[in-house]
């Protein structure tokens, strides 16, 4: 699983996805981890999957145009190759994107959520920004307005989002916000490891307008937190976190 969000920051569009590919092949393996909380538990009993992989959650398919998936690779492949089709026409509306995702199968991405901005006119130094998900709902956050949020790390982060005021009492911008969650998020990682108990995390990206360049743009110098299995000594197995900072 995963963790997507979608928020506006004093006017700025920002949209974060981690990099956690889950498999759900069961390994079996039964392994006492240095861990907190009661995760040695679940991986021994419910058998959590091990074999994992990392993608982008976060797409930015244009200058104005940024999605974030969650769910199935193969259901998301499906929606992102649509919007790559149409994602470079000047004239590019929102009605255009809904009219293709809904003419996709119901089935074929029936476990999709998606979450997404398009760029519209330009309004002093911001773009008007047109937000469009699948499946997924807001919830009003104090300060940030509508959120959306979905995954299994969706609650974990929303309770981030509520523990602060992350637009700095309106005087922040979205790459502060930005660096300010993503390093709350890698907090999380590490302090408590529940992302390993639910199956997000990994990294993250986020993606946001910038004002310089006048397009969307990766967010640069993220600090990532990846988790490291070590079975090589023949009588304990260590899961330990490494970090590494990415410049984009």
Same mark, same amino acid.
């Given at each position: 699983?995963?963790? #997507?969000?979608?928020?506006?920051?004093?006017?700025?569009?920002?949209?974060?996805?981690?990099?956690?590919?889950?498999?759900?092949?069961? *390994?079996?393996?039964?392994?006492?981890?240095?861990?907190?909380?009661?995760?040695?538990?679940?991986?021994?009993?419910? +058998?959590?999957?091990?074999?994992?992989?990392?993608?982008?959650?976060?797409?930015? &398919?244009?200058?104005?145009?940024?999605? /974030?998936?969650?769910?199935?690779?193969?259901?998301?492949?499906?929606?992102? $190759?649509?919007?790559?089709? #149409?994602?470079?026409?000047?004239?590019?509306?929102?009605? =255009?994107?809904? /009219?293709? !995702? $809904?003419? %996709? =199968?119901?089935?074929?991405? =029936?476990?999709?959520?998606?979450?997404? *901005?398009?760029?519209?006119?330009?309004?002093?130094?911001?773009?008007?920004?047109?937000?469009?998900?699948?499946?997924?709902?807001? %919830?009003?956050?104090?300060?940030?307005?509508?959120?959306?949020?979905?995954?299994?790390?969706?609650?974990?982060? &929303?309770?981030? !989002?509520?523990?602060?005021?992350?637009? $700095?009492? +309106?005087?922040?911008?979205?790459?502060?916000?930005?660096?300010?969650?993503?390093?709350?998020?890698?907090?999380?990682?590490?302090?408590?490891?529940? *992302? #390993? &108990?639910?199956?997000?995390?990994? +990294?993250?990206? /986020?993606?946001?307008?910038?004002?310089?360049?006048?397009?969307?743009? @990766?967010?640069?110098? #993220?600090?990532?937190?990846?988790? @490291?299995?070590?079975?090589?000594?023949?009588?304990?197995?260590?899961?330990?976190?490494?970090?590494?900072?990415?410049?984009?």
């Amino acid at each position: 699983m995963t963790l #997507i969000a979608q928020c506006t920051v004093n006017g700025a569009p920002l949209i974060v996805g981690d990099v956690l590919l889950s498999s759900e092949t069961r *390994t079996g393996l039964k392994v006492n981890l240095p861990l907190v909380g009661d995760i040695n538990e679940v991986l021994s009993k419910r +058998g959590m999957p091990f074999e994992v992989a990392f993608t982008q959650k976060t797409n930015l &398919l244009s200058d104005r145009l940024v999605v /974030a998936w969650s769910g199935p690779l193969i259901q998301a492949e499906r929606a992102l $190759n649509v919007l790559k089709r #149409i994602c470079f026409r000047t004239d590019i509306q929102l009605d =255009d994107i809904g /009219a293709e !995702l $809904n003419a %996709i =199968d119901k089935q074929a991405i =029936d476990n999709l959520q998606l979450v997404g *901005t398009l760029l519209g006119e330009a309004s002093g130094p911001l773009y008007s920004a047109h937000c469009f998900t699948l499946g997924v709902k807001p %919830i009003s956050i104090s300060q940030l307005g509508a959120v959306f949020a979905a995954g299994t790390g969706r609650d974990a982060f &929303l309770k981030i !989002l509520e523990n602060a005021d992350w637009t $700095n009492s +309106g005087t922040g911008n979205a790459y502060q916000v930005a660096h300010a969650l993503l390093g709350a998020l890698t907090n999380e990682e590490y302090r408590t490891g529940n *992302t #390993i &108990l639910n199956r997000w995390g990994g +990294g993250f990206e /986020a993606v946001t307008f910038s004002e310089k360049n006048q397009r969307f743009e @990766k967010v640069g110098d #993220i600090l990532h937190t990846f988790w @490291k299995l070590n079975d090589a000594a023949r009588d304990s197995i260590q899961f330990m976190p490494m970090f590494y900072k990415t410049t984009y």
